[in-house]
């Protein structure tokens, strides 16, 4: 079985569409600007071809644009293309938890999501200040990628990839720009509620009750980007919000 929170040594590949995508939503580059192959592998100090095969491939996935005149620009995105990206993760989502609940989970899958389960519950018995953010955004992406992975489906799989590329449309996106608000710790309260009411549907077996839990539970990213788009002291912290224009 997959482990989830695994960690493996990156290819040249895989660090240069890492990098990028840092590069990207960390705010070094303005919307709009041109993107330098040769600027960007020496900040990555990797060689331009995997870096070249980066940025094609984030103008598949949507990230960047392509210029007419040869290479990529920093992309900008309206609140709606995001808010859109987000519910059609929830649908793919919402068809993995019922393929999973329809098909069967593996007693591996399921013992692996318990003990995901039973991290964040440790993780969130202490106060907002006190938590292990990173380790909760860990968490959180493995549960994700568990549910994908039980539904069996790898055209699912790949697909729900793709989305969760795109800025803000991952179930972690914008999870940690509320960690200074009053409600921030109730909101990890409510969404491991969901976690685990969604496990339970999959386990007895109810596709439908499964499948609309996932879909309602991808809506807390959407209600996290609306929060962040009207809070001037999280748009100051956090530069990628400068790509999400309109």
Not at 80 to 92: F, P, S, T
Request: proline letters at 4%; charged letters at 25%.
């Amino acid at each position: 079985m997959t482990n989830a929170i695994e960690e493996r040594a990156p290819t040249q590949s895989q660090r240069a569409l890492d990098g990028i995508r840092e590069l990207l939503f960390s705010g070094v580059y303005a919307p709009g600007s041109r993107l330098s192959e040769p600027a960007i592998a020496e900040r990555l100090q990797l060689s331009r071809t995997p870096v070249r095969a980066a940025l094609a491939r984030l103008e598949q996935e949507g990230v960047v644009d392509a210029i007419p005149s040869g290479g990529f620009a920093v992309r900008t995105f309206a609140p709606a293309d995001i808010l859109d990206a987000i519910e059609l993760r929830g649908v793919l989502e919402g068809t993995a938890a019922r393929l999973a609940a329809e098909r069967g989970i593996a007693p591996s899958l399921s013992q692996a999501l318990k003990k995901v389960l039973a991290e964040i519950d440790e993780l969130l018995q202490a106060s907002n200040y006190a938590l292990d953010h990173e380790r909760y955004l860990d968490c959180n992406a493995a549960f994700h990628d568990l549910i994908k992975e039980a539904s069996g489906s790898s055209v699912i799989g790949r697909e729900i990839d793709r989305l969760v590329s795109l800025p803000f449309a991952s179930p972690n996106a914008l999870l940690m720009v509320q960690r200074e608000l009053p409600e921030f710790h109730a909101s990890l309260q409510f969404a491991q509620a969901q976690h685990k009411a969604l496990l339970e549907a999959i386990e007895l077996r109810e596709g439908t009750r499964a499948e609309a839990l996932a879909r309602e539970h991808a809506r807390l990213a959407r209600r996290n980007l609306e929060v962040a788009m009207n809070d001037d002291r999280i748009k100051a912290r956090y530069p990628a919000l400068t790509l999400v224009t309109g």
